[in-house]
């Protein structure tokens, strides 16, 4: 849908919110309301209650009033959330938000008030229909005149508790259409109806009348004279329970995204402005500008994306990311919104605010992931259409047989009709997809996986090839050292570390970094260098003493072949150089004089999650390999540590070539990356996954980001969308294969309405709970 907005040249984005509709039927309606405006594709989701909408240039008239009274002319009520306006670059601008907190409360107060007006309604149901049920199934509780106290209590159940269905079935008869509720309305009005006709004009109204109820089959032998006030309470009541325990359990489906909204401060102490202006003063978050200093103390969350200007401390982003070790920060580190200051007090700058936040781009892939659908779900909303048609076809058809081919009475051949009508009601086939995905997408986004749409879910599981870049993928992307390696007469390693150390102290470069750190981590001081010198790309030297004329004082760091330029004696470190640089090290040499002390091997190391995930995805049956740019030497040397098979000198070109090979041989391959360099492979790939610490080109091609840049959630992303494909196929059966048998029971009088409410209800609550077992946690294997 992107590239069809996109290559218009102008296009828009719009999200809105929902209400009124309670089945894949009214989600279609809207669907197809929606669609057929100039310009427009649009996506609605039955359990999010949402609808997202890309238009063309094609629908540049039309505004957001346009849009949401097509919506109110079908039936159900629209509210606009977000606009987002997109340029002949493809750059989006967001020109209308409702501000998370907002949207929070007003879905919150919406949900609640739903649930507590259907929980108000089935109650009264519940305590009128006892005595109605009871009444009319009990001969013994049979007293004068009893049908006319049945018939007043059976009254505020079928015009007051069933009004939400009476209300929805008019809406839709009103603009031509039916939804399942046209088939819960039908259903209860007929057999009141009947009922009453009984009453007035047949034989169920003297004050002698009784009925018997012998068995399942007995509302076939009952004649024209049978009430069936008892059929109408048993559906509205049944229904309502079904339709409360879904609302509440829906809610508990989308409470990730909530969660996620949830972690954002509301409030920011700021120090100063962008322009100087001083502040000290606590302000909504909403206030807070780009270039703006704000303080964060021990315990409190970080207000927003920023840069530390001041302070020490550790971050945790556990909540934002999964990533349980605390991030140790100082100036000039980058923090993220909604993270949680443990112990300093830091002064941030901030760099990104409202819906360019981390936070806010994480709610709004969730969001987007949750109203899209996947292939499965958009056939059963096709199903869904004309499911209801056929249904009351169908119900019409089993009244005529029965009453003019198998000549049944007309009650019996009426119940039939209205227990067809009543079991029918495909509910439970509307949730089945949205409310599995619903609650994958928040378990995944609870990991620190942002999934981007609900087709990838569906085919994450397809996949069977993986193939890893290693430089930030597999490996950190930051030089370490891992080894020191003394030479000569056997230097003590922490003298050799200490020279090294205070060589590379004067310098920025990423391994004189790396030396300096591991040298920290040692608790060793370097030692004090004087007449510091550095030669780009060859090395750095200095003086270990303050006197410059002392030759034997001289030291220096760098590649063998400088060394030996600089007067050193390298033929002992020969081939120890050799070995480590086939291996896909980097050799620094260490001397002092004219005497090499021995070598520190240098290198990118392999994230600790590594092994763990490749171990994971071989258990579940991938093909694991390794492509870089990087020397073929080193990752040979990654690919061995790893157990996988390796590729190196692989540009970008030759990655996608790869990648293209797998993919005619009929393997479903996954690209997981971090660099410009992976995003041809990433765009191009079945399932593409970007670490959250690459770049923004490759985060922006791939169809997975792990926010946390953890390579162990890789395999715990296929097990997700496996176990949430798995629930959906489970969801489906149950939702078609009960209608399948429930149908032809309930047209040959098997199944009695009031049964029947109850079997319809109680799938629709199976389907639901069956998504939420996706709320635990998956096990990648």
């Known amino acids: 849908m992107n590239s069809s907005t996109n290559s218009a040249g102008y296009g828009r984005e719009m999200d809105l919110a929902i209400s009124g509709m309670t089945c894949a039927s009214c989600v279609a309606r809207v669907e197809k309301k929606l669609n057929k405006l100039p310009g427009v594709q649009a996506v609605v989701n039955l359990a999010t209650e949402r609808a997202h909408l890309e238009i063309t240039a094609a629908g540049k008239s039309l505004d957001a009033q346009d849009i949401i009274h097509t919506v109110e002319k079908a039936g159900y009520g629209a509210r606009l959330l977000t606009q987002t306006y997109i340029d002949e670059t493809g750059e989006k601008h967001l020109v209308r938000q409702v501000s998370g907190e907002e949207a929070a409360a007003a879905a919150k107060k919406a949900n609640a008030e739903k649930v507590a007006g259907l929980q108000r309604r089935f109650q009264i149901s519940l305590g009128l229909s006892i005595p109605v049920v009871a009444i009319s199934m009990l001969p013994f509780l049979q007293f004068p005149a009893w049908q006319w106290v049945v018939a007043l209590l059976s009254l505020p159940i079928v015009f007051w508790c069933a009004l939400p269905f009476h209300r929805a079935a008019f809406r839709a008869a009103r603009y031509g259409s039916s939804t399942m509720d046209t088939l819960v309305s039908l259903g209860v009005l007929v057999s009141f109806g009947w009922s009453f006709w009984a009453l007035c004009g047949g034989e169920a109204g003297h004050s002698g009348y009784q009925m018997h109820m012998r068995g399942i089959h007995s509302l076939a032998a009952a004649g024209t004279s049978h009430i069936y006030f008892e059929s109408a309470a048993m559906i509205v009541t049944f229904l309502l329970f079904g339709r409360w325990l879904e609302a509440k359990s829906r809610r508990s489906a989308g409470d990730a995204l909530q969660e996620l909204l949830d972690l954002g401060v509301q409030h920011v102490f700021i120090v100063r402005r962008a322009n100087g202006q001083a502040v000290n003063k606590v302000v909504p978050i909403t206030q807070l500008k780009c270039g703006d200093l704000f303080r964060t103390r021990p315990g409190e969350k970080i207000a927003t994306d920023g840069v530390v200007v001041e302070g020490n401390s550790a971050v945790d982003t556990s909540l934002l990311t999964g990533e349980s070790l605390p991030l140790e920060v100082a100036p000039g580190a980058e923090v993220t919104g909604a993270s949680l200051n443990t112990y300093g007090s830091l002064l941030v700058r901030a760099e990104r605010v409202g819906a360019d936040t981390v936070l806010a781009q994480m709610g709004k892939l969730l969001a987007e992931a949750q109203t899209g659908k996947s292939g499965v779900q958009r056939l059963a909303d096709k199903i869904s259409a004309v499911f209801v048609p056929a249904v009351l076809i169908l119900s019409l058809c089993t009244l005529l047989l029965r009453l003019f081919v198998l000549q049944d009475p007309v009650g019996a051949a009426l119940s039939s009709a209205i227990a067809v009508l009543v079991v029918a009601c495909p509910c439970a086939l509307g949730l089945a997809t949205p409310t599995a995905l619903l609650v994958g997408s928040g378990n995944a986004a609870r990991a620190g996986i942002l999934i981007k749409g609900a087709d990838i879910l569906e085919n994450a599981h397809r996949i069977d090839t993986i193939i890893f870049d290693k430089t930030g993928t597999l490996t950190t992307g930051k030089m370490a050292v891992a080894g020191v390696l003394p030479l000569g007469e056997k230097p003590e390693e922490s003298y050799l570390l200490a020279l090294a150390a205070g060589l590379e102290m004067h310098s920025e470069h990423p391994i004189a970094g790396a030396i300096k750190e591991f040298a920290q981590s040692k608790d060793i001081r370097p030692l004090p260098i004087t007449n510091f010198q550095a030669i780009p790309g ?60 021995g070598i520190i091997e240098v290198r990118d190391t392999l994230r600790k999650s590594a092994f763990t995930a490749i171990s994971a995805l071989k258990k579940q049956g991938m093909q694991v390999l390794l492509a870089s740019g990087d020397s073929p030497a080193a990752v040979q040397t990654i690919g061995a540590e790893l157990g996988i098979k390796a590729h190196g000198g692989m540009l970008p070109a030759a990655k996608l070539q790869l990648l293209q090979d797998l993919q005619a041989k009929g393997e479903k391959v996954a690209m997981i990356g971090d660099g410009i360099n992976d995003a041809a492979a990433l765009a191009a790939a079945d399932l593409s996954i970007a670490m959250g610490s690459g770049t923004d080109v490759a985060k922006a091609a791939a169809d997975i980001t792990i926010v946390n840049s953890k390579v162990s959630a890789v395999p715990q992303a296929i097990a997700i969308s496996r176990r949430t494909l798995r629930i959906i196929k489970e969801n489906l059966f149950w939702a078609f294969g009960y209608n399948l048998l429930a149908i032809p029971l309930a047209a040959g009088g098997i199944i009695m309405p009031g049964l029947a409410a109850a079997a319809m209800a109680s799938s629709s609550v199976i389907v639901v709970l069956n998504s939420l077992r996706l709320r635990s946690p998956i096990r990648p294997y």
């Open 538 to 597: 060859k090395g750095i030297s200095g003086q270990v003493s303050a006197d410059s004329t002392d030759k034997s004082s001289f030291a220096c760091a760098g590649t063998l072949a400088w060394l030996e330029t600089q007067g050193v004696d390298i033929a002992d470190a020969r081939a120890l150089a050799t070995d480590l640089q086939e291996r896909g090290s980097v050799a620094v040499a260490i001397a002092h004089g004219s005497e090499i002390l």
